[in-house]
């Protein structure tokens, strides 16, 4: 149990639409991060937000784009979606710490 | 993206055995790390590694930071049953803004 929960757990959407998923950390964790993890793949890191500025990012478009919220919420948004969006979405919540705890993810299925 | 070189893709060992699982990386990172991914979870860490030729316990488990900065093992000893899952390697370069950059997993499977 590491303390950050993901909402949904699944999702399904068509191409073209938009999509925003949850995220809540572990209280006093400051720093979120989000990664995209296809089938048979590691995770990838889209980008990542320290007191609600992005403040690292990935290899991914500015499609991908996120919030983050004072009270340790955070949302991961993606716009006109492509049928390779398709994956499991994690979200790792980081205190003054190194350890990065991740949620569960919420997979999306994009037909 | 970048993914780390990991091997071997999958296991298949009895309850037991001792393992072993490597990653490798053509550029440098400061920080390796060891997670556990179960179906239906996320990642869970297992081992975290910050200096170069360090080795680190955890129980059954040890993993080293390569000497280069650009690999890293994992044994686990006397494997049991709830060892089945998928091991992933992960680097980070710098302190933290950059984001782990993952292997694509070692897939341990333990026949009674």
């Known amino acids: 149990e590491t303390g950050v929960t993901q909402s949904p757990t699944h999702l399904i959407k068509t191409r073209g639409q938009q999509v925003t998923l949850r995220c809540s950390s572990q209280?006093?964790?400051?720093?979120v991060s989000w990664y995209q993890q296809a089938l048979g793949q590691g995770p990838q890191f889209i980008f990542q937000y320290y007191r609600e500025e992005e403040n690292g990012r990935g290899n991914f478009p500015p499609r991908f784009s996120g919030l983050q919220f004072p009270n340790y919420s955070s949302e991961l948004n993606v716009n006109a979606l492509e049928l390779d969006d398709s994956a499991l979405y994690l979200c790792?919540?980081?205190?003054?710490?190194?350890?990065?705890?991740f949620g569960p993810g919420t997979r999306l299925l994009v037909l | 993206g970048q993914q780390l070189n990991q091997s071997p893709q999958s296991m298949f060992i009895q309850e037991g055995e001792d393992v072993s699982m490597n990653c490798t990386s053509s550029?440098?990172?400061?920080?390796w790390l060891w997670y556990k991914q179960d179906p239906g979870e996320g990642p869970v860490l297992l081992i975290a590694l910050y200096k170069a030729g360090e080795l680190t316990s955890n129980g059954r488990l040890t993993a080293q930071f390569g000497i280069t900065r650009k690999d890293s093992f994992l044994n686990i000893s006397a494997s049991i049953p709830s060892d089945v899952g998928i091991y992933f390697c992960a680097g980070q370069l710098g302190g933290g803004a950059d984001g782990l950059t993952f292997g694509k997993g070692t897939h341990l499977i333990i026949q009674p």
């Open positions: 790792a919540s980081r205190g003054t710490g190194e350890t990065q705890y």
């Open positions: 550029s440098i990172f400061n920080t």
């Open positions: 209280s006093g964790h400051n720093t």
